[in-house]
């Protein structure tokens, strides 16, 4: 045995962990379902102006005041993703009340939220349908909805226009001489005045 081991005690058995693994799963569905109607309710009380009835000139700061550990920045993150939950809801894709009606998960959550801000609640209520089916049965998560946004958001391919081919024919071959290029040398002329010889002239007395 390890100090490793010694320090965290005996290593689960199979038969341990099965229950254990159970009752946090029961745990983090209720966590789950409850964070869901908390960020629906959190979406309400925005909506409403519940900050501006309360004195408080932004809701981030209403948030912080109002629920103890939750940041303003948090409080903004989660009010998102209760308007897709309320978005869902109205078009009767869950129920927030029904116990047997699969939620969207944390991660599908965010990342419809993000769908519904870029590109508005038609095109996430499609994006979460064609998500839902590609997991039947079983909660929307992130992978599935990239692979929906894939399918439903991706650029349709263009068709590029061939390249055009151009057949070059050949060229007759032609005799070049080699030629020697002397560099022509350069000649300086001087130039030399003649003064003119004086005119004899014989005068005759």
Do not use: W
């Amino acid at each position: 045995m390890t100090d490793h081991q010694e320090v965290l005690g005996p290593r689960l058995t199979k038969g341990e962990a099965r229950p254990l693994e159970t009752q946090a799963k029961r745990h983090y569905r209720a966590a789950g379902r409850n964070l869901a109607r908390f960020a629906a309710d959190l979406r309400r009380l925005q909506d409403g102006e519940a900050h501006l009835t309360r004195g408080f000139s932004s809701f981030g700061a209403y948030a912080e005041h109002t629920f103890d550990g939750l940041s303003a920045a948090n409080a903004k993150k989660i009010s998102i993703q209760g308007a897709v939950l309320l978005a869902l809801e109205d078009h009767g894709r869950i129920s927030l009340d029904e116990q047997t009606s699969q939620l969207p998960g944390a991660t599908g959550l965010r990342a419809l939220a993000v769908v519904m801000s870029q590109h508005g609640e038609e095109t996430m209520l499609a994006i979460y349908d064609k998500a839902s089916q590609l997991r039947p049965g079983r909660a929307v998560v992130d992978s599935t909805v990239n692979l929906a946004v894939h399918g439903l958001l991706a650029p349709a391919p263009t068709l590029d226009t061939p390249p055009r081919i151009t057949t070059r024919h050949p060229q007759p071959a032609t005799s070049r001489s080699t030629s020697t290029t002397r560099s022509p040398t350069r000649t300086t002329t001087t130039i030399r005045s003649k003064t003119p010889k004086p005119s004899t002239s014989c005068t005759t007395a």
